[in-house]
């Protein structure tokens, strides 16, 4: 996705809504969040957006998401674990959220922010183990701080920082999306039946 085109044609309400999608609704885990808020606040800094109205938008987006996926895991609670495997819907995600959140405790609501798909799910799983929401909010408004707020104001001063900055925003967004999955990618080397899985399909295609 070509975010630096994409974005000012969808200007402040695509961005809302595509934060409060990867946030709060099931169908947002594959979402560029990361990448987005840095993006978003690079265009700010070359005068494309407001700043301040740009991280009230994603701050916002980001908090009544994660409101909204409490919500639903609080409403709709275990059956999420049973419903069928779908374009949109995947079980396992669920699952890795809830062992996620089981590893972290309540502050999974603010770690989840900089780990994709278990963003997305963590808010669900809150809600499913009945947090109480007061706390809950609370770790949610400080996540929102620290991954809505921080990213676009980061993003904003590597702008007005560096010359021709442009040159070097590809690189640099693509550093952010290997950071944010490279937990992903330890636990899964960490685990020997991951492993294993991942043996067997890189040796697929050369059995007979």
């Given at each position: 996705m070509d975010l630096i085109k994409i974005l000012p044609?969808?200007?402040?309400?695509?961005?809302?809504?595509?934060?409060?999608a990867e946030?709060?609704?099931?169908?947002?885990?594959?979402?560029?969040?990361?990448s987005l808020l840095f993006t978003a606040g690079f265009l700010a800094s070359q005068n494309i957006f407001d700043i301040k109205i740009l991280v009230l938008i994603t701050f916002?987006?980001?908090v009544i998401g994660d409101s909204v996926g409490y919500s639903i895991g609080k409403h709709y609670g275990r059956r999420l674990f049973h419903k069928r495997e779908s374009f949109w819907f995947h079980p396992d995600h669920l699952l890795k959220a809830e062992n996620f959140y089981e590893k972290h405790g309540k502050k999974t609501i603010v770690i989840a922010r900089f780990v994709p798909v278990i963003r997305t799910f963590a808010p669900i799983v809150a809600g499913i183990g009945k947090m109480e929401y007061k706390s809950f909010l609370f770790y949610n408004v400080i996540g929102g701080i620290t991954w809505a707020v921080m990213l676009p104001i980061l993003g904003f001063f590597f702008g007005n920082l560096i010359p021709d900055v442009d040159k070097y925003l590809i690189p640099v967004v693509g550093l952010?999306?290997?950071?944010s999955i490279l937990p992903q990618a330890i636990q899964i080397l960490k685990s020997r039946e991951?492993?294993?899985?991942i043996l067997i399909l890189f040796l697929k295609p050369f059995r007979k």
């Open positions: 044609v969808i200007g402040y309400l695509g961005i809302f809504g595509i934060i409060f946030t709060g609704l099931l169908i947002g885990f594959f979402l560029p969040g990361d916002s987006a980001a952010i999306i290997i950071l991951m492993r294993k899985q």
